[in-house]
């Protein structure tokens, strides 16, 4: 059987961490996911799951007690956890918020859309991750614009 | 004299004799010296005959007297007395030696005259060769000094005497020296005429011929020394008068003793009778007189015509120097009105001035003047209490300024618009602005003063009125865009929950519950559009002006291919062509584009093909005939025109207002915030659009941006 995909979301928002799960059902790919309410509950985790990593983290931006900008900043700099690559996972999108994050070493920027589209872009990403561990280019970094 | 020199200096005519004047009497005085140097020549002579025995100058002729040594000795005195008087080194020891010299003469001459009168003989003039004067005097008379030699001397040494005391009294000096020369000349025309009379009547011993010629030249030398003094100014005035005077004096002396000496000859010789002498004697004396009259009368007749010629010529300057002092006067009198008017209106303007003026002196700080409206600014009484009392100290809110001022002042002349605190005498502060020139020469300041408190309590009012509206803007725009952002978030849940209910729970719902899900679906879209443009509403104002050349053409073919599926589906066209290039923000300038071609797509006319025209020119303001623009500012106008449903022409002004809609959300979806966000789109660029709709014909927009670059 082939291995599943280990994904940590970090979400404060407890509609979202649904989705979320609703949308995994529907990818291809088999995933296990572990959901995290905060940011210093996610870098907990990571300090206490040395041996078990995830595969990737989507990280919400806007969460209580630790934003995803300052984990994104403390994992990169952990030796042992910056290999792990990081989705940007927020409702809000803005470029210049967008060219800070890929700076700091985030992986992909995926703006929270409709929960129909969400499992196409789950599994665009985590096909993308399996084929390479290289961190896309600022132009690929941003996954998808959410038009109306 | 005076008289005469007066005259003189009124005819005017006189006046270039003066020089000759002058000139003619130094050469009287130069030949004065002459004279008084033959007699001293001769007189120290005769006293050398004396010495050695030899008569030649003392007695020319051996019948006659001879001349006493003590006279030649006088006259060496007299001469030398004379030198001493009119030595050009005049010095006080050479006026005593003069003085003593003659007073020796008149002491002299004094005793001689007493021996003479009271016939007890002092010897006096035989002190000198003593010997040779009793060898002589053997012969028919003593040796003696005569009687009218001394007198002679006397009236010689006191004129000279005279003479030294003073220019009054040279008019008697110049009086007695001619006494003397015509008591010489009576006895030299006694001897030429062989007079015994002379020698036995008038006096005991006659004037020897030598004594007498001296006196004639020495009186003579004496006279001309002192021409301008006396009655010889009238010989030497160089006047008419004077001229003709030269000439006569000496035919008056020379022709009567003259002709009269020769007349005698005849006598003597008898060639005729005494009576027949004196008839030819008179005769020709008349004749010659006759001629010499008739010469001078031609020479005064000259003089006088030349005179007249000269007073006409300068009565007619005189005449054209008082027209034109006539004139000048009138001119100056005009110039003075001028000025006084001038200085009138000057006086008016300062008086009437809207502003403080007043002069100051730099060094004693005192005030020279003030206007009325410098002592009501700055609270004193009178101009007179702000001349006296005007104090700096009570009037600078900070002291140091004026020392600031002065420095700047001294430095530059001036100071100018320069805007400083200043009290009253009251002690309210007002806000001052300075103008100060300074006048290096006499250090005097000129100051204007205006108060402008009003003016910067004004502007601080609006600077605080604009500052407090900015920050209210700023806080509705923030509050616009955050609450827009944050709307998005639980919408975009309702959205996927919707979505969750009608992948899933659809078919469990009655029909009616699916129509309401589906209504419920299409609120939430255009709640999601309402965020949506709102967000860019505000987007719009909050970025940066970053203005690029952009090329209309190019953007609008860009903003055409985003439609091109709607456009095709519509079987719309878009005309344009040679649009402006023109520098905006390009990111709004396709939002405004993109707005107006998304309104034409929706309000196309159901019965016919949709058509777009877009085309642009560029004008001046003045050429474009639409309000609110500037005059000499170029235009880019952008015509935009459909032939959609329109609308009437009474909404052009409300299209553009926010969520202002003239169609039912039924029939046309919308927020009604497209048309507000191109009308801010537009001002954004400091231009104006304008709608102009017509019912089922269409609508027209015109936008005009300026191509001059505004930063």
Not at chain 2, 219 to 239: E, H, K, V, Y
Not at chain 2, 398 to 411: A, G, P, V
Not at chain 2, 562 to 584: H, T
Request: hydrophobic letters at 40%.
């Amino acid at each position: 059987m082939e291995k599943q995909f280990h994904i940590l979301l970090a979400d404060d928002d407890m509609d979202d961490r649904m989705f979320f799960k609703m949308a995994l059902k529907k990818v291809s790919v088999p995933t296990d996911l572990t959901t995290v309410e905060d940011g210093e509950r996610l870098i907990q985790f990571l300090n206490q799951n040395q041996n078990n990593l995830p595969d990737v983290i989507f990280l919400d931006l806007n969460m209580p007690r630790k934003n995803g900008n300052e984990c994104l900043l403390i994992i990169k700099q952990d030796k042992n956890l910056s290999h792990i690559p990081i989705v940007i996972y927020s409702t809000s999108l803005h470029d210049d918020v967008a060219d800070e994050l890929y700076k700091n070493g985030a992986h992909y920027y995926l703006q929270k859309p409709n929960v129909v589209d969400l499992p196409g872009f789950i599994e665009r990403v985590v096909t993308l991750l399996k084929n390479t561990a290289e961190r896309p280019s600022r132009e690929a970094f941003i996954v998808n614009r959410v038009v109306v | 004299m005076t008289g005469k020199k007066n005259g003189m200096q009124i005819n005017g005519s006189g006046a270039p004799d003066i020089a000759s004047n002058t000139v003619f009497q130094n050469k009287l005085i130069r030949s004065s010296k002459w004279y008084v140097t033959a007699v001293l020549i001769v007189s120290i002579f005769i006293l050398f005959e004396y010495s050695v025995g030899i008569f030649f100058f003392s007695r020319p002729i051996p019948s006659l007297v001879p001349t006493n040594p003590l006279t030649a000795l006088n006259f060496v005195f007299v001469a030398v007395a004379f030198f001493l008087f009119t030595s050009k080194q005049s010095s006080k020891l050479k006026l005593a030696a003069g003085t003593f010299l003659c007073i020796v003469v008149l002491i002299i001459c004094l005793i001689k005259l007493v021996s003479l009168i009271t016939d007890i003989n002092f010897h006096i003039d035989s002190i000198l060769f003593r010997k040779k004067l009793v060898d002589e005097s053997r012969s028919f008379m003593p040796n003696q000094m005569a009687s009218f030699t001394a007198v002679n001397f006397i009236l010689l040494s006191t004129s000279l005497l005279l003479y030294n005391q003073g220019q009054k009294k040279r008019g008697i000096s110049s009086s007695l020296n001619l006494l003397a020369w015509f008591t010489a000349m009576v006895f030299i025309i006694g001897y030429a005429y062989r007079v015994d009379e002379f020698h036995r009547v008038l006096s005991k011993i006659p004037m020897s011929i030598t004594t007498a010629s001296s006196f004639i030249l020495i009186s003579t030398g004496f006279l001309l020394a002192n021409p301008q003094t006396g009655f010889m100014n009238r010989f030497t005035t160089g006047l008419a008068g004077s001229a003709t005077a030269n000439i006569l004096v000496r035919v008056a002396v020379l022709t009567p003793f003259v002709i009269g000496f020769i007349c005698m000859l005849g006598e003597w010789e008898h060639l005729y009778s005494s009576g027949l002498g004196t008839a030819l004697l008179v005769t020709v004396t008349i004749g010659i007189l006759l001629i010499f009259i008739y010469y001078t009368a031609g020479i005064l007749n000259k003089k006088d015509a030349l005179r007249q010629a000269a007073e006409s010529e300068l009565r007619v300057l005189n005449e054209n120097l008082e027209k034109i002092v006539a004139h000048r006067t009138e001119e100056l009198e005009k110039i003075n009105k001028d000025l006084g008017s001038s200085e009138q209106r000057y006086r008016d303007l300062y008086e009437n001035s809207l502003v403080a003026i007043f002069s100051s002196d730099l060094k004693s700080s005192k005030i020279l003047t003030v206007n009325e409206v410098g002592v009501e600014l700055f609270g004193y009484k009178s101009k007179t209490d702000f001349m006296l009392n005007y104090d700096p100290a009570s009037h600078f809110v900070d002291i140091n300024e004026r020392e600031k001022n002065i420095i700047m002042l001294k430095e530059k002349g001036e100071i100018r618009n320069h805007v400083q605190k200043m009290k009253k005498l009251n002690g309210s502060v007002f806000w001052a602005k300075l103008f100060v020139k300074l006048n290096y020469d006499n250090n005097i300041a000129e100051s204007v003063i205006v108060d402008i408190s009003s003016q910067i309590e004004a502007k601080e009012s609006l600077l605080l009125k604009v500052k407090e509206l900015e920050s209210v803007n700023k806080e509705l725009e923030s509050f616009n865009y955050i609450s827009s952002h944050d709307l998005q978030e639980p919408l975009r849940k309702i959205k996927s929950f919707v979505s969750v209910l009608q992948a899933e729970e659809e078919k469990k719902l009655s029909q009616e519950g699916q129509y309401y899900l589906n209504r419920m679906t299409e609120t939430a879209n255009r709640m999601q559009m309402l965020i949506d443009d709102l967000l860019t509403y505000s987007r719009t104002k909050t970025v940066a002006h970053i203005n690029e050349k952009i090329d209309l053409n190019k953007l609008v073919d860009e903003v055409i291919r985003d439609f091109n599926g709607a456009i095709q589906e519509k079987n719309a066209v878009i005309k344009f062509e040679n649009l402006c290039v023109i520098n905006v923000i390009q990111f709004q300038f396709r939002q405004l584009v993109s707005n107006l071609i998304s309104n034409s797509l929706k309000f196309a006319h159901p019965q016919r093909r949709l058509e777009v025209t877009i085309s642009s020119e560029l004008k001046p303001g003045k050429e474009l005939n639409t309000p609110k623009l500037i005059a000499w500012i170029e235009y880019c106008h952008i015509t935009y025109k459909d032939n959609g449903i329109g609308f009437d022409s009474q909404y052009n002004e409300r299209v553009f207002e926010i969520f202002e809609r003239l169609h039912s959300q039924e029939k046309y979806q919308g927020t009604g915030i497209g048309l507000a966000i191109c009308k801010r789109i537009v001002e954004n660029h400091k231009g104006v659009i304008t709608a102009s709709g017509e019912i089922n014909k269409g609508v027209q927009f015109d936008i005009y941006i300026p191509v001059t670059h505004f930063s």
